[in-house]
């Protein structure tokens, strides 16, 4: 199958996980009826983004969060890229991406590998290290369409794990995010568009909506941009489902035009993995 349907649920995110976990619920369920095969859910789409509350909205594997993501894959046939949720294991807490196929199986896990820890003047600080942990993995899984990589949020800015994402096969690139206000506007479509044009895949990213009742003001913005770096569908800041067909024909014809990635010169420079982990 070269064509499918994918969507991304922006959900506005509050500091009541039952009611995050009902919206989640009802926009799967909206984007199943809609014919979706994928569905893809923001980072920390059970949680409010904000080191406070990691802690006491963590869960372990499996938790109610994860157990609902996967029945809801089973009942109504789906491939959940199940956004991000803090993840409690050991003594460790990680942002963390689950990922259902469409009989509910676990089939990837991403822990985010770069946490964000910036302090712009005039702008925003963020310390993700403060409470979180970071993890090792460069995740492609198999779906029935094709591989997918999957990453979270500030990720996206390290292009040497995009590019091993594509080495490893992923024909889509899958990213939970929240951007802000202050780095939001200048540099996410930039950053979609740029890796999408770098690895010749579908970049796919997905928001929460914007709360301005909440301490970080998500970008929103969630969009879907073709391997020829245009955007095929893109949102606002607010609530809503984002659509797009992935035709899986044009990230063939794009590597086959412009062959970019069989024109890397790796008797000059190399992109390698090292320690890694199993991703699930
Ligand atoms: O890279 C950025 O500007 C935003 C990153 C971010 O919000 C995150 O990693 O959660």
């Known amino acids: ?67 609902l993501l996967s029945d809801l894959a089973k009942e109504l046939e789906l491939f959940i890229i199940g956004g991000s949720i803090p993840e409690h294991c050991e003594d460790k807490i990680y ?25 712009v003047a005039g702008g925003i600080r963020f310390q993700e290290s403060e409470i979180l942990s970071p993890g090792k993995s460069v995740t492609v899984v198999k779906t029935p369409q094709c591989p997918v990589g999957v990453a979270i949020c ?25 951007f802000n206000m202050t780095t939001g506007p200048g540099h996410w479509e930039l950053l979609a568009r740029t890796r999408a044009l770098d690895n010749q895949v579908y970049f796919v990213t997905a928001s929460p909506a914007r709360n301005l009742e909440a301490s970080y003001h998500a970008y929103g913005h969630s969009m879907i941009v073709n391997p020829w770096g245009t955007v095929v569908a893109q949102a606002d800041e607010k609530e809503g489902i984002v659509y797009a ?13 412009l062959p970019l990635l069989m024109h890397r010169r790796e008797d000059i420079y190399e992109v390698r993995k090292k320690g890694w982990e199993y991703s699930i």
């Open 154 to 178: 500030y990720d996206m800015r390290f292009p040497e794990l995009m590019r091993l994402m594509a080495l490893e096969g992923a024909k889509v690139i899958v990213i939970p995010a929240a």
């Open 245 to 257: 067909e992935v035709d899986l024909g044009l990230v063939e014809k794009v590597r086959r035009e």
């Open 1 to 67: 199958m070269s064509n499918f349907k994918i969507a991304v649920c922006q959900m506005l995110i509050t500091n009541h996980k039952r009611d995050n976990l009902k919206k989640a619920e009802a926009f799967i369920r909206e984007a199943a009826a809609a014919g979706s095969q994928w569905v893809v859910l923001p980072e920390m789409f059970n949680c409010p983004y904000d080191n406070k509350y990691f802690p006491e909205f963590a869960e372990a594997f499996p938790g109610a969060t994860t157990t």
């Open 95 to 119: 942002n963390t991406s689950f990922i259902f196929d469409s009989q509910g199986r676990l089939t990837g896990k991403h822990r985010k590998v770069h946490l964000f820890d910036i302090d």
